[in-house]
């Protein structure tokens, strides 16, 4: 009876070993199925990533040889000085402001 019973017990253990064994390759191929997927997405994401740097940088080699012509950067000057005096403006109305706040009596000189 004990023979019938270790032999019961070993053949359950046989096919459990072989599950097991089978469930460990089922995770092994999915593993390596996912890293699979991941390094192909990231060789595309990177080509596409690299291509979108290099005709970024065409287009900057072509911006800044429109922008430094002759109409074009006289155009630039000419917006650059109205910007900087806006900004003037608006940092001198700040500062009397800030003056006024906070009942300094030195008068802020901004050019």
């Known amino acids: 009876m004990s023979s019938i019973i270790d ?3 070993l053949t ?3 096919l459990g070993l072989f599950y097991f064994g089978n469930i460990i390759d089922c995770v092994h191929d999915c593993v390596l199925q996912y890293f699979i997927t991941f ?3 990231w060789t595309v994401v990177l ?3 690299s291509s979108m740097i290099n005709n970024y940088i065409d287009f900057l080699k072509i ?3 429109k922008i430094l012509e002759w109409p074009t950067c ?3 000057f000419i917006g650059l000085l109205f910007s900087l005096y806006f900004a003037n403006v608006i940092f001198k109305e700040f500062i009397q402001f800030l003056a006024q ?6 008068k ?3 050019l």
């Open 7 to 9: 032999n019961i017990t």
């Open 12 to 14: 359950i253990g046989i």
């Open 39 to 41: 390094r192909y997405c």
């Open 47 to 49: 080509y596409y990533f």
């Open 63 to 65: 911006l800044v040889i």
């Open 74 to 76: 006289l155009i630039c």
């Open 101 to 106: 706040e906070f009942k300094i009596n030195k």
């Open 108 to 110: 802020f000189r901004v």
